[in-house]
Structure formats: structure tokens, C-alpha cells
């Protein structure tokens, strides 16, 4: 799969902040008609969340950056390929395969992120969209022809099953690191 380097308005930012995995913050990147750029952002509470919290926290910063970022990949992937499965094909095929996971943004992009977010300090950060210049115009319309929105559709049927995709795979991910860091500690022990 083709990781998105991009962002166009419409792609769906997913964040964790570092003040406690309490709420997780899903963020949506919208456009209004007359071109300006808003934020909609969605708190979703999950149980549980305080145990992993707590299992992340005896963690060094870096590896929990790392654990984090693992499985929100894994639970993003999904909404994706679901994109890529409603986006129009075209003459192509290309803009149908363009969705994917993503952690870096272009100069333009990261300008324009830090100032919608300018007072959101975000732990982890990823974001879903689609890599083809002509995204904005499919998933909007234009002049020439109507919207044919694909990242959108599939926001609205994956947000909440991605929600517990993420709290599943971060539990997953917290023990796997556990075991790896205790093998490696073993390993350290007996030299």
C-alpha cells in the first residue's frame, strides 16, 4: 500500500494527546463552500482506556510514541482501503488506489495544520487522505462536475468501528512491547 504523504481538506486527522488516553480526539478537516478551511472535532469517550494509560506510562516516551503510532496506523488502514473501495475509478484506476495512512504532511500542508491546530499538542498524530493532487476536486466537485466523495463515506461508516479497531490494537501493541522489553532485559542479564 502506497502511504498518503498528504493532506487535502476532507482528509480525517487522528490524534492522541498526551494528557491521558481519557478521551481520544477525532478530528475532521472540512471545507466550506466559500473555500476556508474549519475544524470539527469529535470527543468519543472509551472504557478502559486508564489501564493503558497506565501500561504506556511505564514506558519510555519514545517507545510509547512508537506503540502509539503503530496502532493507529493499524486502525486507520481500514478506512483507507474502504476510501480506495468508494473512490471512482476514472479512466486510470489510479485515484482509486490513492488512499492510505500517513504521518508527514508537505511544507504547505504542515504550514496549514499548525494553524488550524496552533493550540493542540497532539503525542501522536496521523492522518488518512489521499496522496492524488485531484482529490480535493473529486471529493468536493468543481465547476466542471459534481462531488464524488469517497473519504467522507467512508468516515462516516468506519469512525466508530476505527475507535474500537484502536483500543483493541493498542492493547495488542502495549503487550507485545511488554514481552519485547522483557525478552530484551533478559538478553541484558545473562552477558
Known amino acids: ?54 501500561a504506556l506510562g511505564e514506558l519510555t516516551k519514545a517507545t510509547a510514541r512508537g506503540v502509539l503510532r503503530r496502532s493507529l496506523k493499524k486502525a486507520a488502514e481500514p478506512m483507507a482501503d474502504l476510501a480506495n473501495s468508494l473512490a471512482p475509478v476514472g479512466p486510470t484506476g489510479e485515484y482509486a488506489k490513492s488512499f492510505g495512512f500517513g504521518t508527514k ?31 480535493v476536486q473529486q471529493e468536493f466537485g468543481n465547476e466542471n462536475h459534481g462531488p464524488q466523495p469517497a473519504l467522507r463515506p467512508a468516515w462516516d461508516q468506519d469512525r466508530r468501528a476505527l475507535v474500537e479497531r484502536l483500543g483493541k490494537d493498542l492493547g495488542t501493541e502495549i503487550e507485545k512491547t511488554a514481552q519485547r522489553l522483557a525478552r530484551k532485559a533478559a538478553r541484558l542479564q545473562k552477558r
Open 105 to 135: 504532511l508537505t511544507k504547505r500542508q504542515a504550514s496549514q495544520h499548525r494553524k488550524l491546530v496552533r493550540d493542540d499538542k497532539a503525542f501522536v498524530e496521523g492522518f488518512v487522505g489521499t496522496n492524488d493532487p485531484a482529490g
Open 1 to 54: 500500500m502506497r502511504a498518503a504523504n498528504t493532506i487535502f481538506p476532507g482528509s480525517r486527522k487522528l490524534t492522541a494527546d498526551d494528557g491521558g488516553w481519557k478521551s481520544l480526539l477525532l478530528r475532521e478537516l472540512i471545507r466550506d463552500p466559500h473555500g476556508k478551511d474549519k475544524s470539527l472535532t469529535v470527543s468519543v469517550k472509551i472504557d478502559g482506556l486508564k489501564q493503558l494509560d497506565d
